[in-house]
């Protein structure tokens, strides 16, 4: 059995041809179908030019054409890169050209910062659109619609490459907390078993040539899983192809909302909802609350999140309304994949470590400053790393790969991402937060995770962002950039004496800046550079 990403989608659609795999809006397509529209913008890419390991930009939102597209790539044994499409001129254009991109599929309302930056990546030579609603002008783009591409293109697996392999690649490009995006380069085979359900997260067995793909799908009948964050983000992604390998059902939000989410988990009776955290979670959770009788959510069964805090108090208003929810808080990264999962029912949801603990994942340890593996009897925090199917390093970049691909002491090779950690009772593991963004006061270590999540069960703070800036006495002090509930406040001392009472004095905020809204990516990932800009009062 090839762990190919591309031979495990057919060996599923071949499982359950007739189940719904995809549903966008009012389109619901089976698996069968969702394969031949793949087919489709494969052979239209293939006959465009593009070839085996060139690089195809993925540039929308949320869609079905998003999902073709990427599958599409998978078949031709070409690499889909994705693009946020947040990003200005300047981004885009690094991105364009740091990605060596061959072809891009785009929605159609992006054309025209797609054509001012095009001209810097000299390898860019096919363009697809999306019709997205919009009328804006291609901007002298040579873009073939995505329909009329689909069309004039064959639906059969005939002619498409026969030779995949698990050692073909599969690309993610992060931006994580700080610094220009990295495309992080995984054999399909080992991202598979980190992040695509090649493992199970529960028992930790893993996916054989003993037990199928078309068998485990074709056991039982599908979950219905919506997918809430953009597919340009890992976790979507594999949240997608993940449950895909299992013959679930997936529906996408095109785009996030709270007003939204709740319609879609009534109308196709949602089993499972994807999130990023806080992010997502505290204005569906308050949604809810203001409407408690306007939607039919009693096919929700569990909420899984991770990329982000999901903060004990929301955890515990969710629980509120759902006693019988199960809420799984995930950790990893997309250098690493999957390092340790949570699951929590009513009653549970606090932390007293401070952030999130979890259950470790396959080949997950703590490395100290010397790159020793820590004993699982230690309670000094290091640096979490995992060892076993990893990428092979980032794209382009040598020195970054050196930095965070390692071969600790014991002799294994393992990625650290820079997430600090410590053991909990020999068994846990409690994540502090990214090394890059760590605060030192007077020689202490703060990590702005387990302040945030303090600061964040005060009832007047909706969400926030904590920083160093510099202080003459202790070389850094703690900030605290909050945004407040409407119509609510409170004081530095007042906030100062809440977090006080979950970690210790050194870690309380010691300065308050008080914003209209936190600045998060899509996907709720902290922009802590905007933070720490706004904190030193930086113009």
């Given at each position: 059995?090839?762990?190919?990403?591309?031979?495990?989608?057919?060996?599923?659609?071949?499982?359950?041809?007739?189940?719904?795999?995809?549903?966008?809006?009012?389109?619901?397509?089976?698996?069968?179908?969702?394969?031949?529209?793949?087919?489709?913008?494969?052979?239209?890419?293939?006959?465009?030019?593009?070839?085996?390991?060139?690089?195809?930009?993925?540039?929308?939102?949320?869609?079905?054409?998003?999902?073709?597209?990427?599958?599409?790539?998978?078949?031709?044994?070409?690499?889909?890169?994705?693009?946020?499409?947040?990003?200005?001129?300047?981004?885009?254009?690094?991105?364009?050209?740091?990605?060596?991109?061959?072809?891009?599929?785009?929605?159609?309302?992006?054309?025209?910062?797609?054509?001012?930056?095009?001209?810097?990546?000299?390898?860019?030579?096919?363009?697809?659109?999306?019709?997205?609603?919009?009328?804006?002008?291609?901007?002298?783009?040579?873009?073939?619609?995505?329909?009329?591409?689909?069309?004039?293109?064959?639906?059969?697996?005939?002619?498409?490459?026969?030779?995949?392999?698990?050692?073909?690649?599969?690309?993610?490009?992060?931006?994580?907390?700080?610094?220009?995006?990295?495309?992080?380069?995984?054999?399909?085979?080992?991202?598979?078993?980190?992040?695509?359900?090649?493992?199970?997260?529960?028992?930790?067995?893993?996916?054989?040539?003993?037990?199928?793909?078309?068998?485990?799908?074709?056991?039982?009948?599908?979950?219905?899983?919506?997918?809430?964050?953009?597919?340009?983000?890992?976790?979507?992604?594999?949240?997608?192809?993940?449950?895909?390998?299992?013959?679930?059902?997936?529906?996408?939000?095109?785009?996030?909302?709270?007003?939204?989410?709740?319609?879609?988990?009534?109308?196709?009776?949602?089993?499972?909802?994807?999130?990023?955290?806080?992010?997502?979670?505290?204005?569906?959770?308050?949604?809810?609350?203001?409407?408690?009788?306007?939607?039919?959510?009693?096919?929700?069964?569990?909420?899984?999140?991770?990329?982000?805090?999901?903060?004990?108090?929301?955890?515990?208003?969710?629980?509120?309304?759902?006693?019988?929810?199960i809420i799984t808080d995930s950790i990893g990264s997309s250098e690493s994949g999957f390092n340790g999962i949570r699951i929590v029912a009513a009653g549970q949801a606090q932390n007293s470590a401070g952030g999130p603990?979890?259950?470790?994942?396959?080949?997950?340890?703590?490395?100290?400053?010397?790159?020793?593996?820590?004993?699982?009897?230690?309670?000094?925090?290091?640096?979490?790393?995992?060892?076993?199917?990893?990428?092979?390093?980032?794209?382009?970049?040598?020195?970054?790969?050196?930095?965070?691909?390692?071969?600790?002491?014991?002799?294994?090779?393992?990625?650290?991402?820079?997430?600090?950690?410590?053991?909990?009772?020999?068994?846990?593991?409690?994540?502090?937060?990214?090394?890059?963004?760590?605060?030192?006061?007077?020689?202490?270590?703060?990590?702005?995770?387990?302040?945030?999540?303090?600061?964040?069960?005060?009832?007047?703070?909706?969400?926030?962002?904590?920083?160093?800036?510099?202080d003459e006495r202790w070389g850094q002090k703690v900030a605290a950039v909050v945004e407040f509930r409407d119509g609510q406040s409170a004081a530095l001392d007042e906030l100062a004496d809440h977090a006080r009472a979950?970690?210790?004095?050194?870690?309380?905020?010691?300065?308050?800046?008080?914003?209209?809204?936190?600045?998060?990516?899509?996907?709720?990932?902290?922009?802590?550079?905007?933070?720490?800009?706004?904190?030193?009062?930086?113009?």
């Amino acid at each position: 059995m090839a762990y190919n990403i591309a031979d495990l989608f057919e060996h599923v659609v071949d499982a359950v041809p007739d189940r719904i795999a995809l549903v966008d809006r009012d389109l619901a397509l089976s698996f069968s179908e969702l394969d031949e529209r793949a087919n489709r913008i494969a052979h239209h890419l293939a006959a465009s030019g593009i070839g085996v390991g060139d690089h195809v930009g993925i540039y929308g939102h949320n869609s079905h054409e998003w999902v073709e597209a990427m599958l599409g790539c998978f078949k031709i044994r070409a690499i889909p890169i994705n693009v946020n499409f947040r990003y200005v001129a300047d981004e885009l254009a690094y991105i364009f050209d740091n990605a060596d991109l061959s072809g891009l599929v785009f929605d159609r309302q992006f054309a025209p910062l797609a054509a001012e930056v095009c001209d810097r990546s000299p390898k860019l030579r096919t363009f697809v659109h999306i019709e997205d609603g919009s009328d804006g002008d291609l901007a002298g783009l040579p873009s073939v619609s995505y329909d009329d591409a689909s069309a004039a293109a064959s639906p059969l697996r005939d002619g498409l490459p026969a030779d995949r392999s698990g050692d073909d690649l599969y690309v993610l490009y992060t931006g994580g907390t700080t610094g220009m995006p990295k495309g992080v380069m995984w054999r399909q085979e080992d991202v598979y078993f980190a992040l695509g359900q090649g493992i199970d997260a529960v028992s930790g067995e893993r996916v054989t040539t003993e037990y199928t793909m078309a068998e485990r799908a074709a056991a039982g009948g599908p979950l219905v899983f919506l997918v809430i964050p953009p597919l340009m983000h890992g976790a979507a992604q594999w949240g997608t192809l993940g449950q895909m390998n299992q013959g679930n059902t997936i529906v996408l939000l095109p785009k996030f909302g709270a007003e939204e989410a709740w319609t879609l988990i009534e109308r196709h009776g949602i089993n499972s909802a994807l999130i990023t955290g806080d992010a997502m979670a505290r204005p569906m959770i308050e949604h809810l609350e203001e409407h408690p009788d306007r939607y039919n959510t009693s096919s929700l069964i569990a909420v899984a999140s991770s990329a982000a805090i999901f903060s004990p108090t929301v955890k515990e208003r969710f629980l509120t309304q759902f006693p019988n929810l199960i809420i799984t808080d995930s950790i990893g990264s997309s250098e690493s994949g999957f390092n340790g999962i949570r699951i929590v029912a009513a009653g549970q949801a606090q932390n007293s470590a401070g952030g999130p603990t979890v259950t470790p994942g396959p080949d997950v340890a703590i490395l100290d400053e010397d790159l020793n593996v820590m004993p699982r009897t230690a309670r000094e925090p290091g640096k979490m790393g995992r060892g076993g199917n990893i990428p092979l390093g980032y794209f382009k970049d040598e020195a970054k790969t050196a930095a965070t691909f390692v071969t600790a002491t014991d002799g294994r090779r393992y990625a650290v991402s820079g997430d600090w950690a410590r053991w909990e009772d020999g068994e846990l593991i409690t994540l502090l937060g990214r090394g890059s963004t760590t605060i030192n006061t007077g020689g202490e270590k703060v990590h702005p995770e387990e302040v945030e999540q303090a600061l964040k069960d005060h009832p007047a703070v909706f969400d926030c962002l904590v920083v160093g800036v510099p202080d003459e006495r202790w070389g850094q002090k703690v900030a605290a950039v909050v945004e407040f509930r409407d119509g609510q406040s409170a004081a530095l001392d007042e906030l100062a004496d809440h977090a006080r009472a979950h970690v210790a004095g050194y870690k309380v905020p010691r300065e308050l800046h008080v914003v209209d809204q936190i600045v998060r990516s899509p996907s709720g990932k902290p922009d802590y550079p905007w933070a720490l800009k706004l904190a030193r009062g930086d113009r």
